[in-house]
């Protein structure tokens, strides 16, 4: 059974930074695109970023381009969302997705398996 669990999330200011992580189990990691995904109150759940083809690519939202990063430790299992620079409208429960083994995990429909979520909050 695939189980993702996110951590890190929080309060801070606007301008601080962050560390999301995600730990995976019940599926052979290294073979797996992983997204982070988000939702704001009212909103729909956007893509932020993602780590694909074994860790070797990333690819971000506009909106977090230059401020996110993604990395992945493979040996342990996990995903990482460095956060820089938070905006307030960065405010929103954080979560890991796992896209189906073998995909790149570039469309919303390709990630099978969802993490509960992490709350970010950023005051300004």
């Known amino acids: 059974q695939v189980q993702l669990v996110e951590s890190g999330g929080g309060l801070v200011q606007a301008g601080a930074s962050l560390r999301l992580s995600c730990a995976a189990s019940?599926?052979?990691?290294?073979?797996?695109?992983m997204g982070w995904f988000r939702q704001a109150p009212g909103k729909e759940r956007e893509f932020v970023g993602r780590?694909?083809?074994?860790?070797?690519?990333?690819g971000y939202a506009d909106s977090v381009k230059g401020r996110f990063t993604i990395s992945r430790d493979n040996a342990k299992n996990t995903v990482y969302l460095q956060m820089n620079s938070l905006k307030p409208e960065d405010t929103a429960v954080y979560y890991c997705?796992?896209?189906?083994?073998?995909?790149?995990?570039?469309?919303?429909?390709?990630?099978?398996?969802w993490g509960q979520g992490t709350q970010v909050t950023v005051s300004s």
């Open positions: 997705a796992a896209a189906s083994e073998g995909r790149s995990g570039a469309e919303f429909n390709e990630y099978n398996y």
């Open positions: 780590s694909y083809w074994r860790g070797s690519m990333t």
């Open positions: 019940g599926l052979t990691f290294i073979n797996y695109a």
